[in-house]
């Protein structure tokens, strides 16, 4: 295990009726607030007038609405320019990880004279942010307890992320029964989200790290367990409790601090969706299990083995190969029986643009450094391809 220093300052606010403690928590940074929020599903659910009849009463609100799934730049400099005209104290994010990621930026852009763009090349250009209040719509990104964010720049076909402790979330609201509405679609994306969160901390060259392959381990069984039950039944209290507070606790730092690596499938997948657009969760399901495939050899199978018997309670058998690629089948099925699409062509890609995004993969990302099994150009194109096809281990 690595040194490491862990501080997480987000106060959270979890289950229902928390959200009565809202005002008393804006209060403390100002009058003036930003509500950034998505599509408009916070006004079909309700949540809108019951914050709005909560908050207008004592704050100045002023509202940023429409924020993509793939959250843009454009509405980043947006935002900025709303804080600036309005002197905002606050930034209160409605929604998922778009919203959320957004938001930070936004919060962060406000003290930035150049485009913020410029923070995906360079994390420390984050001086100050404004405080971030966040109230959570759906288990996903884990970014209401992290200082991640990730943005999209559709002209030059890159998404991109930055890391600050300055946009933390100040506080975070997580009542389960707000993600009763969350469609089908975005339940399974979300959980897949979720996973992938784990799956890159968990497959990891550090070693000994039992405390963080535990918890990671823990999360995992809980995913798998849940996500069946909030498909069948969507307003299951118990489901939707524990995949909200797995999405928090999968990447706050309890399962990645004190070990080191990039991450291979984000860095394929964030090519996905910067060229295509297509929903994040989704697309880490495709390219997970070939990933897997991808990197088992005799050195990754005891690894495989482990999470194979401790996830699914595979039996360990005499060579680890064989419980490995029992287990990393089990990944893709269990995918398929919660209805994910599972090829890149049920999203709509197709192999043309294959070779490219496999270039920009690596130049964006350090995946031929510092990852689980380092990844070439040549590696990243031939997971891309597996992925066009029916998969088979």
Not at 295 to 322: I, S, W, Y
Not at 384 to 392: A, D, N
Request: charged share 20%.
């Amino acid at each position: 295990m690595n040194n490491f220093i862990f501080q997480v300052p987000t106060t959270i606010y979890f289950g229902e009726g928390q959200l009565s403690k809202l005002n008393r928590t804006l209060k403390e940074e100002g009058k003036n607030v930003l509500l950034v929020y998505g599509g408009g599903s916070i006004k079909r659910n309700g949540l809108y007038d019951n914050l709005m009849s909560q908050m207008e009463s004592e704050f100045n609100i002023f509202e940023l609405a429409g924020v993509e799934p793939n959250p843009r730049i454009e509405t980043v400099i947006k935002g900025a320019q709303l804080c600036h005209k309005h002197d905002v104290d606050v930034v209160l994010a409605v929604g998922g990880g778009s919203t959320i990621d957004c938001a930070k930026a936004i919060a962060a852009a406000r003290f930035y004279d150049g485009n913020p763009w410029d923070f995906t090349s360079d994390s420390r250009l984050v001086s100050e942010a404004l405080p971030l209040v966040t109230v959570l719509t759906i288990a996903a990104t884990g970014s209401e307890m992290n200082g991640g964010s990730v943005i999209t720049n559709l002209e030059t076909k890159e998404k991109l992320s930055f890391h600050s402790r300055h946009v933390i979330p100040k506080a975070s609201f997580l009542d389960p029964t707000y993600t009763y509405s969350v469609p089908e679609y975005q339940t399974k994306a979300g959980s897949a989200d979720i996973l992938s969160h784990l799956f890159e901390n968990y497959f990891n060259q550090t070693e000994d790290t039992m405390v963080q392959d535990g918890m990671a381990e823990g999360l995992m069984r809980t995913v798998y367990h849940y996500t069946p039950i909030a498909l069948e039944n969507p307003e299951h209290k118990g489901a939707r409790s524990n995949l909200m507070w797995a999405s928090s606790l999968a990447l706050n730092g309890l399962t990645g601090s004190g070990k080191a690596g990039g991450w291979s499938c984000h860095g394929i997948e964030h090519e996905l969706s910067a060229y295509y657009d297509i929903t994040h969760g989704i697309g880490l399901a495709i390219i997970t299990p070939r990933w897997m495939k991808h990197v088992l050899n005799e050195t990754t199978a005891d690894k495989f083995a482990q999470f194979g018997h401790r996830v699914f309670d595979l039996e360990l058998e005499k060579n680890p190969m064989d419980t490995a690629k029992k287990a990393i089948q089990a990944v893709y099925d269990h995918f398929v029986s919660w209805g994910v699409p599972m090829t890149l062509g049920e999203v709509g890609i197709d192999g043309s643009l294959l070779e490219e995004m496999s270039e920009m993969a690596i130049k964006h990302k350090a995946l031929n450094v510092d990852t689980y099994v380092p990844l070439n150009k040549e590696d990243v194109w031939s997971i891309l391809k597996e992925s066009l096809t029916e998969f088979k281990i």
